[in-house]
C-alpha cells in the first residue's frame, strides 16, 4: 500500500467496510430473488450470473477486511435480512420489479464507487483498481436491468427512489457501525 501524507487510514477502512457490506448485502437480494424465482423464470439465470460477479466482490472486501485488519460493519445481520427480504418482495412483485431493484442499486453503488475512486486517487492502488474494475460490472448489471424491462415495474418511480434512499441509508450508517 503506498499511503501519501495526508491520506487517513481510517478513511480507507471505512470504504472497505462499507463495500464489504454493500457487496454482502448485494448477494443476499439476489438470493432473496432467486428463493421467489427459482430456476423456473427466464431472468434467474441472469440474476444468478450477477449474483456470482457480487459474490467475488465479496470475497475479496471479506479477504481485504482480514488482511488489513478492518473491523467489518456491526450490521451485518441486519443486511442479511434486510437484503434477502427486499430481493424477494421485489420478485414477489415480478421480474420488473426484481430488475427495479437491480437498476436501483447498482445506480447507487456507481455514484458511491465514483466517489471512492475520487477520494483514492492514487494513494491505493489495489483497492483502486478492485473498486474500477466492480464499479464496471456493478454498470453492466445495471445496464442489463434495464434492457430486461426494469422500467416496466409497477410504480417504478416510487420503487427505485424508495430503494435507492434505503441504499444512500445503508451507506451512511455502515460506514460508521
Same mark, same amino acid.
Given at each position: 500500500?503506498?499511503?501519501? &501524507?495526508?491520506?487517513?487510514?481510517?478513511?480507507?477502512?471505512?470504504?472497505? @467496510?462499507?463495500?464489504?457490506?454493500? %457487496?454482502?448485502?448485494?448477494?443476499?437480494?439476489?438470493?432473496?430473488?432467486?428463493?421467489?424465482?427459482?430456476? !423456473?423464470?427466464?431472468?434467474? @439465470?441472469?440474476?444468478?450470473?450477477?449474483?456470482?460477479?457480487? $459474490? !467475488?466482490?465479496?470475497? #475479496? #472486501?471479506?479477504?481485504?477486511?482480514?488482511? @488489513?485488519?478492518? !473491523?467489518?460493519?456491526?450490521?451485518?445481520?441486519?443486511?442479511? *435480512?434486510?437484503?434477502?427480504?427486499?430481493?424477494?418482495?421485489?420478485? *414477489?412483485?415480478?421480474?420488473?420489479?426484481?430488475?427495479?431493484?437491480?437498476?436501483?442499486?447498482?445506480?447507487?453503488?456507481?455514484?458511491?464507487?465514483? %466517489?471512492?475512486?475520487?477520494?483514492?486517487?492514487?494513494?491505493?492502488?489495489?483497492?483502486?483498481?478492485?473498486?474500477? $474494475? #466492480? =464499479?464496471?460490472?456493478?454498470? $453492466?448489471? =445495471?445496464?442489463?436491468?434495464?434492457?430486461?424491462?426494469? $422500467?416496466?415495474? &409497477?410504480?417504478?418511480?416510487?420503487?427505485?427512489?424508495?430503494? !435507492?434512499?434505503?441504499? @444512500?441509508?445503508?451507506?451512511?450508517?455502515?460506514?460508521?457501525?
Amino acid at each position: 500500500m503506498n499511503w501519501k &501524507p495526508g491520506d487517513r487510514r481510517e478513511d480507507v477502512s471505512s470504504m472497505i @467496510r462499507v463495500d464489504q457490506a454493500g %457487496e454482502y448485502g448485494a448477494t443476499r437480494i439476489y438470493a432473496g430473488q432467486l428463493a421467489v424465482m427459482g430456476d !423456473r423464470h427466464d431472468m434467474a @439465470r441472469a440474476i444468478s450470473g450477477m449474483a456470482n460477479q457480487e $459474490e !467475488r466482490h465479496r470475497a #475479496f #472486501f471479506d479477504a481485504l477486511i482480514a488482511q @488489513r485488519g478492518v !473491523r467489518p460493519t456491526a450490521l451485518q445481520p441486519v443486511w442479511s *435480512v434486510a437484503g434477502f427480504a427486499l430481493g424477494a418482495a421485489t420478485a *414477489v412483485i415480478g421480474p420488473a420489479a426484481a430488475m427495479a431493484c437491480t437498476v436501483a442499486v447498482e445506480t447507487e453503488i456507481d455514484l458511491h464507487y465514483q %466517489e471512492q475512486l475520487a477520494a483514492l486517487g492514487n494513494g491505493d492502488p489495489l483497492l483502486s483498481e478492485a473498486v474500477a $474494475e #466492480f =464499479r464496471a460490472e456493478e454498470l $453492466e448489471h =445495471r445496464d442489463s436491468a434495464l434492457a430486461a424491462g426494469a $422500467e416496466t415495474a &409497477p410504480a417504478y418511480p416510487l420503487l427505485a427512489g424508495a430503494i !435507492r434512499l434505503a441504499c @444512500r441509508a445503508a451507506i451512511a450508517v455502515s460506514k460508521r457501525i
